[in-house]
Structure formats: C-alpha cells, structure tokens
C-alpha cells in the first residue's frame, strides 16, 4: 500500500514554485539586454542559458513545472470521477475538469494560444489591452466554462467550493488579466523591465491558482472519499 501526504506534497509545489520565480527573475535578460540580444544576428531562444529558468520561455525547467502540476491536477480529478461513478453518483463534472487540466497542461508545454496572437491581432488590428490577441478567445473560454460549472461547484462543500473557485480566479487574473497588461505595456512601451517583470507575475499566478486547485480536489479526496482503490484492468 502507498500512503501520499497530499499537504506535503502541495507544499513542496509552493516552495518549488517560489524558486522558480526567484530564479528566472534573477537570472533573465531585462529589457535593454533583450533588445541588445534580439538585436544580435548570431542570438538564439534555444541556445540563451538564461532560457533553462526563464518562465517567459516555452520548454523549460519552470513550463514542464507547471504542466506536471496540471496534469497531477486532471489525475486527481479523473480519480475522483471514477470513484463517483463506483458510488453511482454523476462523475460528469468531474471528468470535464480532468480534460480542462490537461489542455492546460499540453497548452503550457506547446503554447497552442499563442498560434492565435497574430491571426486575431492582424485580423482586427487589434492593440493596447488586446495587444495580446488571444486572450478574447481566453475570456470567453473562462465565461463558458464558469457558467457551465455553478451547479457543480454549488454541490461541493463549502471549503472545498472555495478553494476551487479561489483557485479558478487566481489563474484567469494571471493568464487574462496580466497579459492585458502586459499587452498594454508592449503595444505602447515596447520590450521593457516592467513587461518582463510582468511575466514573473504571470507565471506566479498562474502556478499559484493550479496549486489551490489541486489543493481543494485533494482535500475533496481526504473528507469525502477518504480512501481509494485503482483497479488495473
């Protein structure tokens, strides 16, 4: 038998997560030097060292973080759905959360939103607070899916619906919200050390909604299930 101290676990995701942030805002290039970089006709994403710890980078230390939280998010609500089912009670919302958690994870890894920034951006000439395009396609992703989940969420138990719904807010502020930002800064200042300090806000949001997530279908494990039998078949 394997015993999983859940709490632990969460709070060694916070302290990783702090790092990571800690890290990539020491050792990523500023404004000027980015410029400087990009300038450069020998600079290169894949091959800047910085780019390891950079959370403004795709495929890296702090993106294969966050997707490895997400997908262990989607697990855990997969489990939770199975034992509903067992239990012959609706396990539908559950198992929509699980897909949800783990296009987050393929979309952190391979940036599938970002193929909508210049499409939707040179489509509608798009600037300012849409500068960054896609976040239309966000806003109304996040609208569907949260009224499509009040009924679910108005099940769950008041603790639990909290945290899941703190979460859910926490994460749309990072993704959305400071990317408007961002956008506005880029579209009006240009590449500088406020956008890419904004990344590291970004990201920290980001993780920092994941986690709370994770931390109410966790909890929703320990107090309603309890425990949990996997059958392979």
């Not at 942030?21 to 030097?33: C, H, K, L, R, Y």
């Not at 990072?174 to 009006?188: C, D, N, Q, R």
Request: aromatic share 10%; proline share 2%.
């Amino acid at each position: 038998m394997i015993y999983w101290n859940q709490r632990m676990v969460i709070i060694g995701m916070v302290l990783i997560a702090v790092i990571l942030i800690v890290i990539s805002a020491i050792v990523s290039p500023q404004g000027d030097e980015l410029l400087e970089k990009k300038a450069s006709l020998s600079y290169s994403i894949m091959s800047e060292p910085s780019r390891v710890f950079n959370v403004d980078q795709e495929a890296n230390i702090p993106t294969w973080f966050t997707a490895s939280i997400a997908l262990y998010t989607a697990l855990m609500a997969s489990l939770i759905a199975s034992s509903m089912k067992s239990q012959g009670k609706k396990s539908a919302g559950w198992r929509g959360l699980a897909c949800l958690f783990v296009y987050i994870a393929l979309d952190e890894v391979g940036g599938l939103h970002e193929l909508l920034i210049e499409p939707l951006r040179n489509a509608f000439g798009l600037t300012g607070w849409l500068y960054q395009s896609w976040i239309i396609v966000g806003l109304a992703i996040a609208l569907i899916v949260g009224l499509a989940y009040i009924q679910f969420l108005f099940r769950l138990p008041r603790n639990i619906r909290f945290y899941l719904i703190t979460g859910g807010i926490i994460y749309v502020l990072g993704v959305i919200g400071v990317e408007a930002i961002g956008g506005l800064v880029l579209s009006t200042e240009g590449l500088t050390n406020w956008y890419v300090q904004l990344s590291h806000i970004e990201e920290f949001l980001e993780i920092m909604g994941l986690i709370l997530a994770l931390y109410a279908l966790s909890e929703f494990t320990r107090r309603e299930i309890k425990s949990m039998t996997i059958v392979l078949k």
